[in-house]
């Protein structure tokens, strides 16, 4: 029962430190982050703060990870229409705007991951999630059993569709339908090329 109470502090410490780090990025810029001003911000002690957050690196890995977990809630929050299955391009485009508006409505994931060239990357976890959720969303209507290692064609198409929402977000200042419309066209031709082999 201690154990238990134990780790649900530490569980809001951190939660505390990672809303404090948003708040700091979003009122200014990535540079701004660091551990004593996250520690100041959250009113924890700058030793807490260090034993849950060993670097600022760390700190952003943690944020971006959140990031990407909002953004998965997303696609359960929508439903592709039973007209739309078994067109790539509806699919593709039910894909990219899942994403989109995770990343068009949040500050902190457009500062962090695109404007940010994503520095740190993200981690192999992040982009198995994301490529999972596209497979599974193609799976339901399609059939990608004649490509070839589809886990990876789908984590393909995850780093695409952030690569150009990245490159839309440098050149325009923000993300816009730009950036959705050239995903849009690069997926589904990428798309295209594995499933017609």
């Not at 995770?102 to 990357?121: E, R």
Request: aromatic content about 8%; charged content about 25%.
């Amino acid at each position: 029962m201690e154990t238990a109470a134990k780790q649900d502090r530490s569980k809001e410490r951190i939660n505390k430190i990672i809303d404090a780090a948003i708040d700091i990025v979003e009122d200014g810029e990535i540079d701004d982050l660091t551990l004593a001003k996250v520690a100041e911000i959250s009113g924890l002690k700058r030793t807490s703060t260090y034993k849950f957050i060993p670097t600022v690196d760390f700190l952003k890995k943690l944020i971006i990870s959140k990031c990407i977990n909002e953004c998965l809630e997303n696609f359960s929050k929508n439903t592709l229409s039973d007209s739309d299955k078994g067109d790539l391009i509806k699919i593709t485009n039910y894909i990219i705007y899942n994403i989109y508006e995770y990343f068009f409505h949040s500050l902190i994931a457009q500062k962090l991951i695109l404007s940010n060239t994503i520095n740190p990357p993200l981690d192999s976890d992040s982009i198995h999630q994301l490529g999972n959720v596209i497979q599974d969303t193609y799976e339901e209507s399609i059939n990608l059993d004649n490509v070839f290692n589809k886990e990876g064609v789908c984590r393909v198409v995850a780093q695409i569709i952030l690569s150009i929402f990245s490159l839309n977000t440098k050149e325009s200042g923000k993300l816009n339908d730009i950036g959705k419309i050239e995903a849009s066209r690069a997926v589904v031709a990428y798309m295209t090329s594995w499933i017609k082999r």
